[in-house]
């Protein structure tokens, strides 16, 4: 009998907990917010901290890049799991959007925003923006006989073989935004004609946007092409790293932040957002080294960036790139990788 | 009228079966352990997993193949599918060869140097996933160690099949080590003695004794491996690249990159194919070559059946894939020490310092979580082993293949199914600690069960049908007869299921949540974001907590059982 009593114990902690949680309800005071963070660890930990001094709201975050965190989103989209969703490229707010998985919230901050950093009905906003470049690392280029690369069409000159790392864009948005900006720099097909004699020259394509920032680092590869803000800060370590604006121009990204629908803690998740794209949130990217450039033209600049303004920044159509961008990933597959 | 006969037999063999299962009314501990079973299999695993196929299986709303013909429709993912199963076979293969070298070197040759060898092959299972493959690349890449600075290579290219396969073989060996020792230690040498009494050389006493014996082991090693290195991301989303495409990384990219749940879970689908027919064809014909070694009889060995010219030849074989397996994980710890990897090799305690301010709370909650699930997956186990082997009744084969499902499917698809099958009502549970709880205990059963069916295949069921002739239940033979003889591999399938929970990533990705965090989670986003130093010391902390765990079980093991398990002993 003693057996059978356990048996059951045993079952009770198996089978109960199913069904004896509730829902909670939607909490009124701002004591604490929940976020999915999808800016890197180090970077969105201190921008927390800043946060939680300043409000006294304590910050609980899951790290997650942008396409974990989508697809996280949107399974839990029947019971939300976090507030906010921070950082991942505006293109993924606007999926989030549409997928009806956010909620709308407008705000002077919000008012105060450029109009391409923002969502007109408040769905979403940019927190910060970052621009393509070349990150290259000087000591490997050196040692491999090869001279600085200025421009797209340098890296295809075969002293460059073997010598770059790039993302692809089957999974990253680092990547897509390169494609991207590519086409509307050389057309559809001019792009993928220049991507075809590139890839002679790729080492390898990471899976993460900010996997050719490691191979950099350790003289892997000795160019990386990337987001800015991981070779800033090598530079600001005193690493033999520089970075390369090529003349043709490069697209950038503007990460966003929305209210996730269905988030518990509403209000402290407003003024979370309110403090980020603030004056206060916007100077803290530079205080504290995130070598992010501030989308609030008013904000502080850290040291060592050129501004923003200074660079050949490509726009495109984030619309209709993210509806022509399966036919063009798969070209992508078919004429690019397909190279030698 | 042969069709007629296989009817009549099936019918029979079923009302057998049918006739056991009414048997088990009258051991109601036993009937409610088996119902217990079936319900958790059918919840935690074929639950989560038809919410997944649903959605491979459907497109706007309808019954569908159309996700498969376009995944399947495109070279791309075609040439990923062979990749996918070119690695796993050489991998499987490969590791497998290793491993029983190893173990045949330590536990037949008896070569010296027993205790470092088990340490050596313990290093790559307790490291976190992606850890190995980066120090492949800090060894053998471009700027690599070996490469640039030992042989002077300028344009060393470790991307795509080499080093993955490098990186898949070195991860896995020690899986098949464990196994196969824990087999070796458990065929009895006076066989092979008896055997050399009788006049046959060691060779043959080898080709003929020993290694048929070993078959069950080989079959379930090479069985694990190749599904482990089919369903393994850590690796080749690191080393394959995009232009090596693999299988379970396409798939992870389809649902993450892409946003195509319903592609991926195609992708992943097809994935299982593979796995589950590995399970088969092991099952086939392993069932057919099982011998029982342990017959209750006393043992001893004279420690002669092999020479010295080939304990020499093993020795020296087993020191090069040790050296091998040093410098790629000291690397790691020269990583966590150096200011900079590659670049500045001043040390610093800076990395660590790091971790300790970001990572605490991670490295609490790790623990709590693999403590809690890891001794209830070893019982369950070493209970559905138990069962499958010994008992018969009907649903058996259904928990044998079920309870192996979760260990073939790939973890992002049980993330995504956990979460699509638990956050709805009736079941709230993700953000829970429950939800991590469940995941890994079903999801790290089956290595108990592949190693107590393994060990119960070679015990003679007469032991225990004598305890039952002498008047115990099925609860006390199983407890006091059984139970004993399985410690062995129920240790090592519980240390396993540790070091798992420890380093687990795919599914883990999708469960972890504010409260319940996970340390490899932030390892890998210490990898992607290039902070080598940090992920770096991350791991060397991760594995110094496994290694210390480890010890007090196997403290723990001798001051009570008198044994050891089959990970880091004497």
Not at chain 2, 403 to 420: D, E, R, W
Request: include cysteine.
């Amino acid at each position: 009998m003693k057996k059978l009593l356990l048996l059951g114990l045993i079952s009770c902690f198996l089978f109960t907990p199913l069904f004896a949680q509730g829902s909670k309800e939607t909490v009124d005071e701002a004591k604490e917010v929940v976020i999915y963070a999808s800016v890197d660890e180090e970077n969105s930990a201190k921008l927390f901290k800043a946060f939680e001094e300043e409000t006294g709201i304590v910050v609980k975050s899951v790290h997650l890049s942008s396409g974990p965190a989508l697809a996280r989103i949107q399974a839990e989209k029947e019971r939300a799991q976090a507030d906010v969703w921070f950082g991942a490229p505006s293109e993924n707010h606007i999926t989030a959007k549409s997928d009806g998985l956010t909620i709308p919230y407008k705000s002077p901050e919000l008012d105060a925003l450029g109009l391409n950093f923002k969502d007109p009905e408040g769905y979403w906003r940019c927190i910060y923006m970052n621009p393509l470049c070349f990150g290259i690392n000087t000591k490997a280029l050196e040692k491999a006989g090869a001279t600085m690369p200025t421009s797209w069409e340098d890296l295809t000159k075969p002293e460059y073989k073997d010598l770059i790392q790039a993302p692809t864009p089957q999974a990253s948005g680092t990547a897509k935004a390169e494609v991207y900006g590519l086409c509307e720099i050389m057309g559809e097909d001019g792009a993928m004609s220049y991507m075809a004699r590139l890839n002679r020259n790729i080492q390898t394509y990471t899976s993460s946007g900010t996997g050719p920032s490691k191979g950099v680092n350790v003289g892997d590869c000795a160019i990386g092409i990337q987001f800015t803000p991981a070779f800033f800060q090598f530079i600001s370590q005193g690493l033999p790293v520089e970075v390369v604006f090529p003349s043709e121009g490069i697209p950038a990204e503007a990460p966003a932040v929305s209210i996730l629908k269905g988030a518990k803690n509403v209000k402290a998740a407003q003024i979370f957002i309110d403090w980020m794209t603030g004056v206060k949130g916007q100077n803290a990217l530079s205080e504290l080294s995130t070598y992010f450039y501030p989308v609030l033209a008013t904000a502080k600049l850290a040291e060592g960036m050129p501004a923003f303004d200074s660079l050949k920044i490509i726009p495109y159509d984030k619309a209709y790139y993210s509806e022509n961008s399966e036919r063009i990933i798969t070209r992508w597959i078919n004429e690019v990788l397909t190279s030698k | 009228m042969p069709l007629f006969n296989g009817v009549t037999m099936n019918v029979r063999e079923l009302k057998n079966n049918f006739k056991s299962t009414l048997l088990l009314r009258k051991d109601p501990v036993l009937f409610g352990t088996i119902i217990l079973i079936i319900i958790s299999l059918f919840l935690f695993i074929l639950f989560p997993l038809a919410k997944v196929c649903i959605i491979a299986f459907q497109k706007d709303g309808k019954f569908s193949f159309l996700n498969f013909q376009e995944a399947f429709g495109f070279w791309y993912y075609r040439q990923a599918f062979v990749n996918s199963i070119v690695v796993g076979l050489l991998t499987a293969f490969i590791g497998t060869f290793i491993g029983f070298l190893f173990a045949y070197s330590i536990i037949r040759a008896k070569i010296p140097g027993k205790k470092f060898f088990n340490i050596i092959a313990t290093i790559p299972i307790v490291s976190p996933p992606f850890i190995g493959a980066l120090a492949i690349i800090m060894l053998f890449g471009r700027n690599g160690f070996v490469s640039s600075f030992l042989l002077k290579m300028s344009n060393a290219n470790i991307y795509g099949f080499k080093g993955l396969l490098l990186a898949q073989v070195i991860t896995f060996f020690p899986v098949s080590y464990i196994t196969l020792r824990g087999v070796l230690e458990s065929i009895s040498p006076t066989l092979e003695d008896a055997a050399m009494d009788l006049g046959g050389n060691r060779f043959t006493i080898f080709m003929r004794v020993t290694l048929p014996l070993a078959i069950p082991g080989i079959a379930s090693s090479i069985l694990v491996l190749f599904v482990e290195s089919l369903a393994d991301f850590g690796n080749p989303m690191i080393l394959a690249g995009s232009e090596f495409p693999i299988l379970s990384v396409q798939a992870f990219l389809e649902i993450t990159g892409m946003y195509n749940l319903g592609k991926g879970s195609a992708l992943a689908f097809v994935l299982l194919i593979p796995s589950v027919s590995a399970y088969f064809i092991q099952k086939y014909w392993v069932s057919k070559k099982q011998y029982i070694t342990i017959t209750g009889k006393p043992t001893a060995s004279s420690n002669k059946i092999v020479s010295n010219r080939a304990r020499n030849i093993l020795f020296a074989i087993c020191i090069l894939i040790a050296a091998l397996v040093l410098l790629i994980y000291g690397s790691i710890i020269y990583g966590a020490f150096a200011m900079s990897w590659g670049n500045d090799a001043t040390l610093t305690l800076k990395h660590f310092k790091y971790v300790f301010e970001v990572g605490f709370d991670s490295l609490i909650d790790t623990l709590i979580i693999a403590g809690i699930s890891t001794p209830i997956s070893g019982i369950l186990g070493m209970l559905i082993a138990f069962l499958i082997v010994r008992k018969k009744f009907i649903g058996r084969k259904f928990i044998g293949v079920v309870s192996m499902l979760s260990f073939a499917v790939p973890g992002t698809v049980i993330g995504i199914g956990y979460i699509l099958a638990f956050n709805n009502s009736p079941f709230y549970l993700t953000g829970t600690l429950l939800i991590l709880l469940i995941n890994f205990i079903f999801r790290y059963i089956p290595v108990g069960i592949q190693g107590g069916v393994a060990v119960l295949g070679q015990i003679d069921p007469s032991i225990e049908e004598a305890a039952e002739d002498l008047g115990a239940d099925s609860n006390t033979t199983f407890r006091r007869i059984t139970l004993p003889l399985m410690v062995p591999a129920f240790f090592s399938g519980l240390i396993y299921a540790f070091v798992r929970s420890m380093t687990a990533i795919s599914a883990a990705i999708f469960l972890v949540s504010a409260n319940w965090n996970l340390m490899t989670v932030q390892i890998m986003s210490q990898v992607e974001s290039g902070r080598i130093g940090a992920a770096s010391a991350f791991s060397v902390i991760l594995v110094i907590i496994i290694l210390i765990s480890m010890l007090i079980i196997n403290t723990i093991l001798k001051l009570k059982y008198h044994t050891k398990s089959s990970l880091l002993s004497n």
